[in-house]
């Protein structure tokens, strides 16, 4: 185990509100937190962070104010801890603590250059690649309340901006969503459209939204994990987070001004984010929607536990190589094969615990990216996607069996996945699946397939698909 860094390698009393990072948890912490931590170290500077919570977290926020804004990363691998103590935050701020406007006029300050977000694929009230204007948060915003969503909050904060004669910021998403730089372009631009034409045009002019691939397993906290936290440092921080080792943040480069130093803290900038986005998309979190379903029907509790069965961890190399694999164009420096392998073996980190159950929520808003989008593909290409299909089969038999996970569409999934053909239930519901896919002859009878073959059990199910594939 290694000891924390001590001292600061960087004057935490020079650190200024630079940075508002919305959606403020535990990845913010274990991810672009840690590059901030990195880039300072090795080169100074003034780049402060306000954490900063919509909804739930008051009390999260109030921990980190008690530990003067400082916690601790963990990094743990097989018997090896790495403990590192984090200083970059300089505030934080919740509008059910300091009020609805504390945020807007936060984003309104003239050293304010920087919006992180890690708000979930929720967050963003998009459908079908654009603002959602049904969406009943973005209805109440526009009508003139108190902005309660991330984009509402956004978009609030940028027309005080412009009120105030200064000049636009970068908006930087860190979710796990395709071309995230564009559809939060789109959310924002769409949200300032319906309000106000004038503004909209301005953030078009002076906002920049560039689009980055965030990559770190980071589990939610359990007793055992602070537990791991406690050994190696010698006392309880109730703030500070547990993850995998590997970290990778590839980021458009295209900011307003000069970006805080994430590339000297080890992040990459580049031109394009899509081919390492997508690989990342399908790849890593496609293999972990599919565990998330199939493993828990088999009774399993965490990807390491799926890892140990090793009829499913072929089934998940199978999924990677065999179908999501030939849907990509990767960079050139990319070895698919070997980055398959490596994911393989960062899903066997038994240190982290990794529940089944917690990447499971909110399944109905991954899906398209992670699922849909390569089975498109691959039935343009006229390639067989059995362990898609298996995915899919293993949601649905999930809703029926499984406790209920959070979603925002579980009402209508559930009483769905109740009907007499639950495959087509499910899948037709509306804006879901997309409609060239759903109308395709083979998507369902493909996903149906799969429901048949797991009603003889989720080993039998996988038994039959590496049959399938290898054949």
Known sequence: MTAPDLPFPYDRAALKPRILHLGFGAFGRAHPMVYLHHGLSAQGGDWGVVAARLNSGVAELEALDAAERRYHVAEADGETTTLREIGVLCGTCHPARDGVEALPQLIATPQMAVILLTITEKGYC???????LDHPGIRADLAGGPPSTAIGVIVAGLAQRRAAGLGGLTILSCDNQPHNGALTRAAVLGFAEALDADLAQWIAAEVRFPS????????????????????ALGRDDPNAILCEPFRQWVIEEDFVGTPPPFAAGGALLVPDVRPF?????????????????????????????????????????????SEQAPTLTLPEEIGV???????????ENTRL???????????????????????????????????SALALAAWIKGLQDLPPIDDPRQADLRAA???????TAVLSLPALVPADLLAHPDFLTEVRAAYAALHSGPT?????ILQKVQA
Request: some cysteine; charged content about 25%; overall charge negative.
């Open 126 to 132: 998009t459908k079908g690649g654009a603002l959602d």
């Open 212 to 231: 980055s691939m965030v990559d770190r397993i980071v589990p939610a906290m359990t007793e055992e994990s602070h537990a791991v936290i406690r050994e």
């Open 277 to 321: 986005e997508e690989m990342k998309l399908r790849l890593l979190n496609g293999a972990h929607t599919t565990l998330a379903w199939l493993g828990q029907l088999k009774g399993h509790e965490t990807v390491a536990d799926c890892m140990g069965d090793s009829a499913l961890r072929a089934v998940i190399r199978q999924l990677m190589l």
């Open 337 to 347: 094969e070997a980055y398959a392998e490596e994911l393989l073996k960062r899903f």
């Open 353 to 387: 615990k990794h529940r089944l159950a917690q990447i499971a929520c909110d399944s109905s808003q991954k899906m398209p990216q992670r699922l849909f989008a390569p089975i498109a593909a691959n039935l343009v290409a006229g390639r067989d996607w059995p362990v």
């Open 417 to 423: 996945a109740q009907d007499s053909d639950p495959v």
């Open 460 to 464: 039998e199910a996988n038994a039959s």
